[in-house]
Every structure is written in C-alpha cells, then in structure tokens.
C-alpha cells in the first residue's frame, strides 16, 4: 500500500497548489481556485471508473456503481474547503483516500454503490457559519443560509433552485480525517477510531472591577480585573485537568483601559468548554462559572457572563464503529477509541445516517497550519483498513 499512500499525499500536495492566495493554501467556499481542485478530482474519479457531478452548493460527487441499479449507497467523504494558510490535508485527505479506495477495487462492483463526496465548505470561513456542504447534502441548510449563498452559487456556474439533498438509501458514512491533534502520535499510534464528537458550551464573561493608578493605589487597595481573572484562568485549568476527557481554554482576554500604568478595570474573556458528554460538560462550565463568582466576590469585583453556544455532543454509529475496529485488527494494528474536541462533517451527517470516522495521526499535533503533514506508512494503514472495512461490509 506505500506506492498508493504516496501517490495520496502527492495528490493533496498537488491539490494545495490551488488557492485564492499565492504563497499559501487558502481555498473557500466556491472561490474560483475550487474550479481547479473539481477539476482534478473529477478527472482522477473517472479514471477510477465513477460518474461525476457537482450539486447546486457545489458539492463534488463522484459515484461508484452498485452490482444493482437499486442498491443502496455508502458514503465516503470530507471537505476541500480551507482555513487561511491552511495545510494540505485537513479536509482532503479524506476525500483523496475515498478515490483512492474505488480505484483499488479496480472495477470489481460490490452489493452497494460507494459515492465519494468533498464537501463544499466545511470551515465556515467565507459566510461565517459552517457545514454547508453537509447540510446541504441532508435537506438541513435553512432558507437564509441558502438565500445568502446565492450569489456565489451562481458566480460559480451552478443553479442555487437545483436539489442537493440525497435520495437514495443510505448504508451509512466514513470519513477519514487528520486527528490535528498530538493524542495519537503521543501514543504512537497511527490510527484512532472516532466514538463522539465533543459539545462545547461557549461563553463571554466580564470582570467588572476599578481602574486606578498604578503607582499610587496600594496592593491591598485594588480591584484589579486582570488579576481576578489571572487566578480564575488558573482554576479553569486545574479544573478540566482533573476531568477526564474534558478541554477548557480561554482564548481572548480583552483588558480596558489597556494602559500600562493603569490597573486594569475591566477583563472581558471567552470561555471554552468540550467535553463527549453532554452532562458532564455542563457541569464543568457551571463549575466554572461559579468559581469566578467566588474569586471576584472575594476581590471585590463583579461577574457578568453569557452563553453564546451550547453544542450537543454527536455519537457517532457504534455498530460501524466495531466494523472500522475489526478492520484495524485486520490490518495489524491496536485499537484505540477516541473523541474529537473539533467539529467535522460527520457530525452533520450523522443526523441523517449512520456515520463512523477514523483519525490519522498528526506529526506534532499539527493542523491549520503550512507545516501539517501525515505519515506515509499511515495513510498505508488507513488505506489498508478502508479496504477491510469495505470487504466486510460487502
């Protein structure tokens, strides 16, 4: 499987290339440089024995033909949109291996058609909200998200009143994905199997305390709003590190007046929590929310926060989950379970139908960024799995 592992990394360094911003890989919704990256694809997928077509979001589908005209569909896919300076796997990679995996079943059909989709947009980089190629794909993107898009809909050659959603039955979806995360590689691992895709409460909090000179009011005199909030950072660490499976980062501070001979007045912050379990992330953010009260009641300082989003965590299928775990013992290599703390397709299309997803490891934990690669030998491994699973499905 080497000779086919390179020819993959070689096709997503070769699909970087394409980008709205020379010198970096930035490739959004529908911008022109998507043409390009249609292209190859759908030249590569028809070599490979599919038809190719794009939907009205601009979704590229390339379909494998079932032993039957009216098998049922299995669907392999992920996203070829990017981040700014992005790197050259996030999102392709998995849409890359799903063409390569129909290419080794070199024409042999199986009781299912397989179509192989890269979505239009993942990222939520262009109109600020994500997923539109997956919630497309399921019937689920709301008429103002559509009615937004239109333009670029158009701009692109497409017809934005064309169906999008599938019709046929579904046996269910797998994606293929980077971890861009160092869980793997920390384990020395090359693949994990994806159970859930973590919620995430979100949250803005501001400590209100009492601007002052910095050389003239004494220590013991002070409502400083960036030292309560210092503290309360350190508490929201310590907290999620004795949770097990729990992540909590605060990412912005903004200090007011943001003087240096001031003390601060006012700390406005955000507030990130995931975790698989719904329950336990709630509870952790409760927690947290109600430590900042302690420490700025005890500072002399005020509290006010919001929710700006409470996600639900999405299991993913347990039953294709042990068939991507078979597939791993088949091909020689540990098992090991894991969630996702980032948000992927799978989690759209696992409203829809079964979904199942399998992590490659990340060399440095490295992802949205130029320098994110993979490991030959692991996409070897994945691709050698991918056969497995689809043998035993068939």
Known sequence: MLNHAEDCIARCRALALHTEEPGFTTRTFLSPSMHAVHGDLSQ??????????????????????????????????????????AGAFDGILGVVLGVKLVQLLSGHPLPFAIEVVGFSEEEGVRFGFPFIGSLALIGQLNPAATALIAGAVRDFGLNPTDPVAMTDASLGYLEFHIEQGPVLENLGLPLGIVEAIAGQTRMQIIFEGKAGHAGTTPMNLRHDALACAAEWICEVEEHAGKTFGMVATVGKLEVHPGAPNVIPGTVKLTLDVRHQMDATRRHGAASMLDAAHRIAHRRGLSVSSAITLDQAAVPLDAQLAQALARAVERSGHAVHCMMS?????????????????????SPGGLSHHPEESVLVEDVASALSVGMNFLENLA
Not at 69 to 82: C, E, M, N, R
């Open 44 to 85: 590569w997928m028809r070599d490979s024995g599919m038809s190719v077509s794009v939907d009205a979001v601009g979704n590229l589908r390339g379909r494998y033909a079932a032993a039957t005209a009216d098998a049922p569909v299995f669907w392999i896919g992920s996203h070829l949109d990017t981040v700014p300076h």
């Open 341 to 361: 703390g980032a948000g992927h397709d799978a989690m759209v299309i696992a409203r829809a139908m079964p979904a199942a997803m399998l992590f490659l490891r």
